[in-house]
């Protein structure tokens, strides 16, 4: 099946720090989203991307839909305790065939901040 | 409120003892799957449903079944349960259509199998 590569796979920041994590896939997404999963919660979705190329914000969230669509980034700016959990991308295809609605995940970026 | 409910959060059983996940959504939702997470690994699909009576598999779908007798309800069951599948499970649920709809995610069933 499809596979997402993301990276870093964890990152230790200081307070106030931004920071940034990318996807990179071996095949084409129409959609790419990103989640963050707090300690026993399920994922919540951050941001989603429609367009290849669009640049979309949400607070202090930053993420882009690559050009190729085959990879998605996402920038945290000025970092908070709270930012702490597990961020994931995940790319989705358009209607149509079997993989209509399905979600290919990343292996996750494990984010503490230190205060 | 509108959400995902799955039952029940932390589960511990013995290899062979079948066993049940239910998964409800009040969002009047036709399309819902289960995943399940690993470290280092993220999240795979194991099935989904597109409706009523429609279901096929994901991505990991082996020792796993799934039925969609009601819109509402997506019940995962692990006729004869195994170590491999020590896992935390998650519901998800989306309208179906064109449009690239947000998923909404359960808050996961921890499982381990002794």
């Known amino acids: 099946g499809q596979q997402l590569n993301q990276s870093p796979q964890s990152m230790f920041i200081q307070e106030g720090e931004d920071v940034s994590m990318n996807c990179t896939s071996s095949s084409i997404f129409n959609t790419w989203l990103w989640y963050k999963q707090d300690p026993g919660e399920g994922p919540v979705l951050l941001i989603a991307?429609?367009?290849?190329?669009e640049l979309t914000s949400n607070g202090r969230l930053t993420a882009q839909f690559g050009i190729t669509r085959k990879d998605s980034f996402l920038n945290i700016s000025a970092s908070i305790p709270s930012d702490v959990g597990i961020y994931f991308c995940a790319g989705q295809l358009g209607a149509g065939g079997t993989s209509y609605g399905k979600l290919t995940f990343g292996q996750g970026t494990i984010l503490t901040v230190h205060p | 409120e509108a959400q995902v409910t799955q039952n029940p959060r932390y589960l511990i059983t013995v290899t062979g003892k079948k066993l049940t996940v239910t998964c409800s959504q009040n969002m009047n939702h036709e399309y819902m799957s289960w995943y399940r997470q690993d470290p280092g690994l993220g999240l795979r699909q194991i099935y989904y449903s597109m409706n009523v009576e429609v279901t096929d598999k994901g991505d990991v779908p082996e020792g796993y079944k799934v039925s969609r007798k009601e819109k509402r309800n997506f019940p995962l069951i692990l006729e004869s349960p195994s170590p491999n599948q020590t896992s935390l499970y998650f519901c998800?649920?989306?309208?179906?259509?064109?449009?690239?709809?947000?998923?909404?995610f359960g808050p996961g069933t921890r499982l381990t199998v002794t």
């Open positions: 991307l429609y367009k290849a190329g």
């Open positions: 998800a649920s989306r309208l179906y259509g064109d449009s690239p709809y947000e998923q909404y």
